[in-house]
């Protein structure tokens, strides 16, 4: 199942004859961790130009990420005589930055998603930066 994701993620085709049932776990696999993907949040709020450029960084990966993963689970869906997910159609024209605050617009954007104001996100993003969520990358 391993060599199945891996020649994916790599760009190469799937060669004929493979074992429906590894194909199918592979993509239970994919799928799984696609789902992980998209239901993880990231929030970078930052000011200055240095810890923008860090946290774009981050949020470009797991951007990045999320696509690559809908890629190789149409690949896998194909290959088992599936149609493939129409996930702009399914998920909104900007699927893959659900969740992802990140950038020079990152306050304005997590207020107007969550629903709180901008002044009190800056208050979280505040308390939030000298707690433990700085060591997982949430908030800078």
């Not at 590894?22 to 799928?31: G, H, N, P, R, Y």
């Not at 130009?49 to 809908?70: D, H, I, M, Q, S």
């Not at 149409?74 to 605050?101: F, I």
Request: proline share 2%; glycine share 12%.
């Amino acid at each position: 199942m391993k060599k199945i994701i891996n020649l994916l993620y790599a760009g190469s085709p799937l060669p004929d004859g493979l074992d429906r049932r590894l194909v199918a776990l592979a993509l239970e696999e994919i799928d799984n961790r696609f789902t992980k993907a998209m239901n993880d949040q990231y929030l970078w709020l930052a000011a200055c130009t240095a810890a923008v450029e860090g946290g774009r960084w981050g949020g470009e990966r797991r951007r990045r990420r999320r696509v690559k993963l809908a890629e190789v689970g149409n690949a896998l869906r194909v290959y088992l005589g599936h149609s493939p997910l129409d996930l702009e159609k399914e998920l909104g024209k900007q699927w893959d930055t659900k969740g992802l605050y990140y950038g020079y617009s990152a306050i304005g954007s997590y207020s107007a998603a969550s629903g709180v104001g901008i002044s009190e996100v800056c208050f979280i993003g505040g308390v939030l930066s000298g707690s433990n969520f700085l060591r997982q990358g949430i908030v800078a």
